[in-house]
C-alpha cells in the first residue's frame, strides 16, 4: 500500500514539474520526455512491489519451515498390477509388494519408528 502511494505520489510530482503541468492529459502521453520519466518511474515502484514480494515470502517459507514439522510418507507405484489393458492375466503384482511394504510403514508410525 505504502509503495502505491509513493508511486502515485511521484507521478502526481512528474505532473506538477512546470515543464508538463500545463499540459493536456492527450500532450503528457505524446511527450516522450513525459513518458520516459513516468516508464522510470513505475519500474522503479515496480521493482520495489518485487523485491518486496519477494522478502514477503522468504518470510513466510521460513516460518512454514520451523513452524510445520517433517513427517514421513509412503509412495508405492505399482506398474504391473496383475493385468494389462486388455484384461489378461500378467502373472505379475506390484500391488502385493506394495501392500505389504505399506502394512510396515503403518505398523512403523504407531510403533513411532518411522
Known sequence: MEIERGRKKAIDDLHDRPEFSKLSTKERKEN????EAAKKISENYATQS????????????????????DYEIFMGIAEDIGYDATGRDTKTNELELIGKELSRFID???????
Open 108 to 114: 512403523a508410525i504407531e510403533k513411532g519408528k518411522a
Open 32 to 35: 516522450t520526455v513525459y513518458t
Open 50 to 69: 518485487d523485491d518486496l514480494r519477494y522478502r514477503i515470502t522468504e518470510i513466510f517459507e521460513e516460518r512454514r519451515r520451523k513452524d510445520l514439522p
